[in-house]
């Protein structure tokens, strides 16, 4: 498994850009990096993906290394409901049921928001 | 916007006890999970289930843990004789295939004592 490596803890200033990165340069050319955050103790919540190229969507964006090797994830404007903790993960195909894979996850970053 | 459900939100049951917790996922699709969260802990996988069967479990899933699909819509996690150590949230989750996105659900809390 591809292992990810995250800061334990950030702070960003409310309507500020917070960048989030993740270090994964154990990472195969077919694994994914996916990104969640964890509000409290709600359910892990889908934010964005990528393989090689960048990504944005409603939520964020996702900024892959040409090597692939690391990863930064922006919210653009953060606001107080962004405070959570993020998790990047490399998912994992299984060899036995090829697409029935678990995510692993780590311990995350604990993102605050800063009034 | 579909989403998975999670009922009941928070479960208390006595040691020993068996306990049953239910999940709608999305409902095209068709590959199911189940993790866990012991507070202050990390998310871990328990087991994964398509096409009507269990396709990894993790070594936490032993014996005491089953799941099923008894319906078109239900998903659900039971533990036969539930233990201390048993209490965590746990989600559920739920894609619609190989390449697609895992979405949770809000988790129901199992507090054993």
């Known amino acids: 498994d591809a292992k990810t490596t995250q800061p334990p803890s950030m702070d960003c200033a409310e309507g500020r850009a917070a960048n989030l990165p993740c270090n994964h340069s154990?990472?195969?050319?077919?694994?994914?990096v996916y990104w969640y955050r964890q509000i409290h103790s709600q359910g892990p919540q889908y934010i964005i993906h990528?393989?090689?190229n960048n990504e944005t969507n409603e939520m964020a964006s996702l900024i892959i290394t040409e090597d692939r090797k690391s990863s930064t994830l922006i919210l653009p404007h953060a606001t107080l409901r962004d405070t959570a903790v993020y998790y990047c993960?490399?998912?994992?195909?299984?060899?036995?049921?090829?697409?029935?894979?678990?995510?692993?996850f780590g311990t995350g970053t604990r993102l605050t928001i800063i009034p | 916007e579909p989403e998975v459900t999670q009922t009941p939100s928070h479960q208390v049951t006595q040691m020993g006890q068996e306990v049953i917790l239910r999940c709608v996922p999305i409902?095209?699709?068709?590959?199911f999970y189940w993790y866990r969260q012991i507070l202050g802990q990390k998310v871990e996988f328990l087991v994964s289930?398509?096409?009507?069967?269990?396709?990894?479990k993790s070594e936490i899933f032993d014996d005491q843990f089953s799941v099923e699909r008894p319906d078109g819509s239900n998903f659900t996690l039971k533990i036969r004789s539930t233990k201390l150590e048993d209490s965590a949230m746990y989600f559920c989750?739920?894609?619609?295939?190989?390449?697609?996105?895992?979405?949770f659900g809000p988790g129901t809390r199992l507090t054993v004592l």
């Open positions: 154990t990472i195969s050319g077919n694994e994914y």
């Open positions: 289930f398509y096409n009507n069967e269990i396709s990894e």
């Open positions: 993960i490399v998912r994992v195909a299984l060899v036995s049921n090829f697409g029935n894979e678990k995510l692993t």
């Open positions: 989750a739920s894609k619609r295939g190989y390449t697609d996105t895992q979405y």
């Open positions: 990528g393989l090689k």
């Open positions: 409902s095209n699709h068709l590959y």
